[in-house]
């Protein structure tokens, strides 16, 4: 298995413009098309009306396109992600220990400002908000960010073994339950789809099918879901120590490889779970084929870019929103909110899964043109500045020389 996640990660291509390793923005911002298609279905239904669809009338052709969107791309574009976390986050603190910073508070403040604007975003807007989890992990990774390659690498396979273990025979749920969570998304439905705006607030902060404590899911997101998903993050700093993305084009083979195995592997583990919901290995089998598909898109997303031009219209657009990604994130909330709530347009449950496929794609095409003109005359997105001014402490977004110290113990970079 080590030799497996070796390969993978090193199959990653290199293209750089400056200080930045650009196929990481690009793969963020592929990464972030396939985060959409899998929310919109959330905007769409609900959270808990996925698992209810028959309650939205469902055609055969909404049956067969759940399941593919299930199988393909929800729980694998979102470790993704946590694996770009883990790389940039090893990278911008070896940015400041390169400059004689110390990386301790900035890093802090960076997972603090995350955290906020998760939990404003879940309050005001949605639900189904990932950045204060994000802050949250990070706060975790900070025990790990030292650690020497091998040493991720074996924790996060041990996690990977252990982790979807605890979802052996989960699917169990008492009549009572789904009775409960049954007559939710009954009135989520006529709440979601014609309330005002305070009324689905009102609905989103106070209704629960499961009875949970207020505060339980944050705490969930924040503290106990962090634990849950660290493998991925680890191999994400496992391959920026290794500097894994920075190798030439003639590492194609490898790509090839990973490709050829973890997307087959990934794709069959997740079509078990999803074609045999009633197995008590689907929980398991449906947590290991999300991470070993996202390894294996990673993989595939290297391969292509190894192949395009530098110039190529289409990997700018993926750089560009992939280096504004929380606020194209945020803003895909404020759009979709809008179109399916009934304060906007009041699509809720009203179109089938292929017709939000198609939205998505037409709205991360207009946020790719905006945001590749925005870069015209802005370095950063708007919600990229305010957190670097937060992390930095500074006007400009930029560390501050009077915070260098030298010949500081605590910055070695491994142990």
């Given at each position: 298995?080590?030799?497996?996640?070796?390969?993978?990660?090193?199959?990653?291509?290199?293209?750089?413009?400056?200080?930045?390793?650009?196929?990481?923005?690009?793969?963020?911002?592929?990464?972030?098309?396939?985060?959409?298609?899998?929310?919109?279905?959330?905007?769409?239904?609900?959270?808990?009306?996925?698992?209810?669809?028959?309650?939205?009338?469902?055609?055969s052709?909404?049956?067969?396109?759940?399941?593919?969107?299930?199988?393909?791309?929800?729980?694998?574009?979102?470790?993704?992600?946590?694996?770009?976390?883990?790389?940039?986050?090893?990278?911008?603190?070896e940015?400041?220990?390169?400059?004689?910073?110390?990386p301790?508070?900035?890093?802090?403040?960076?997972?603090?400002?995350?955290?906020?604007?998760?939990?404003?975003?879940?309050?005001?807007?949605?639900?189904?908000?990932?950045?204060?989890?994000?802050?949250?992990?990070?706060?975790?990774?900070l025990?790990f960010?030292?650690?020497?390659?091998?040493?991720?690498?074996?924790?996060?396979?041990?996690?990977?073994?252990?982790?979807?273990?605890?979802?052996?025979?989960?699917?169990?749920?008492?009549?009572?339950?789904?009775?409960?969570?049954?007559?939710?998304?009954?009135?989520?439905?006529?709440?979601?789809?014609?309330g005002?705006?305070?009324?689905?607030?009102k609905f989103?902060l106070?209704?629960?099918?499961?009875?949970?404590?207020?505060?339980?899911?944050?705490?969930?997101?924040?503290?106990?879901?962090?634990?849950?998903?660290?493998?991925?993050?680890?191999?994400?700093?496992?391959?920026?120590?290794?500097?894994?993305?920075?190798?030439?084009?003639?590492?194609?083979?490898?790509?090839?490889?990973?490709?050829?195995?973890?997307?087959?592997?990934?794709?069959?583990?997740?079509?078990?779970?999803?074609?045999?919901?009633?197995?008590?290995?689907?929980?398991?089998?449906?947590a290991?084929?999300?991470?070993?598909?996202?390894?294996?898109?990673?993989?595939?997303?290297?391969?292509?870019?190894?192949?395009?031009?530098?110039?190529?219209?289409?990997?700018?657009?993926?750089?560009?929103?992939?280096?504004?990604?929380?606020?194209?994130?945020?803003?895909?909330?404020?759009?979709?909110?809008?179109i399916?709530?009934?304060?906007?347009?009041?699509?809720?449950?009203q179109?089938?899964?292929?017709?939000?496929f198609l939205?998505a794609?037409?709205?991360?095409?207009?946020?790719?043109?905006?945001?590749?003109?925005?870069?015209?005359w802005?370095?950063?997105?708007?919600?990229?500045?305010?957190?670097?001014?937060?992390?930095?402490?500074?006007?400009?977004?930029?560390?501050?020389?009077?915070?260098?110290?030298?010949?500081?113990?605590?910055?070695?970079?491994?142990?």
């Amino acid at each position: 298995m080590i030799i497996l996640i070796n390969k993978v990660v090193e199959q990653l291509n290199p293209i750089n413009t400056g200080n930045r390793v650009r196929v990481i923005d690009v793969i963020r911002g592929f990464c972030l098309l396939g985060i959409l298609i899998a929310n919109m279905l959330t905007f769409q239904y609900g959270m808990y009306g996925l698992d209810n669809m028959s309650l939205f009338n469902p055609t055969s052709l909404d049956t067969i396109a759940y399941q593919v969107l299930n199988i393909t791309v929800v729980g694998s574009f979102v470790p993704i992600f946590m694996f770009l976390f883990g790389y940039s986050l090893y990278k911008l603190r070896e940015s400041l220990v390169n400059r004689s910073l110390k990386p301790k508070w900035p890093l802090v403040r960076r997972f603090l400002m995350l955290i906020i604007l998760g939990v404003i975003h879940s309050l005001l807007l949605w639900e189904g908000d990932i950045l204060a989890f994000y802050g949250g992990v990070g706060f975790l990774l900070l025990l790990f960010v030292k650690r020497k390659p091998k040493t991720l690498i074996i924790w996060g396979i041990l996690l990977s073994l252990v982790i979807p273990g605890l979802s052996y025979n989960t699917n169990n749920m008492t009549a009572t339950e789904e009775t409960q969570i049954q007559a939710y998304v009954t009135k989520s439905i006529e709440i979601y789809g014609k309330g005002t705006y305070s009324e689905i607030s009102k609905f989103r902060l106070t209704e629960d099918p499961l009875g949970l404590p207020p505060g339980a899911m944050i705490i969930l997101l924040i503290f106990i879901a962090p634990i849950v998903m660290i493998p991925t993050f680890l191999f994400g700093i496992a391959a920026a120590k290794k500097e894994w993305f920075h190798n030439s084009r003639c590492e194609r083979r490898r790509y090839i490889w990973g490709t050829a195995t973890l997307l087959p592997l990934g794709l069959g583990f997740k079509s078990i779970a999803i074609l045999q919901p009633d197995s008590p290995w689907s929980g398991v089998l449906l947590a290991a084929g999300g991470q070993m598909l996202a390894l294996g898109y990673i993989s595939a997303l290297a391969l292509i870019l190894s192949y395009l031009s530098n110039g190529s219209l289409l990997v700018s657009a993926f750089e560009a929103i992939g280096r504004m990604s929380i606020t194209n994130y945020l803003m895909q909330t404020v759009i979709c909110t809008t179109i399916f709530y009934g304060y906007g347009l009041g699509w809720f449950g009203q179109i089938s899964i292929l017709n939000g496929f198609l939205l998505a794609l037409l709205i991360y095409s207009v946020q790719a043109v905006l945001t590749t003109l925005l870069f015209r005359w802005f370095k950063n997105g708007p919600f990229e500045r305010i957190l670097r001014m937060w992390t930095y402490f500074s006007r400009d977004g930029k560390p501050r020389a009077s915070r260098k110290v030298v010949n500081d113990p605590t910055l070695n970079t491994s142990v």
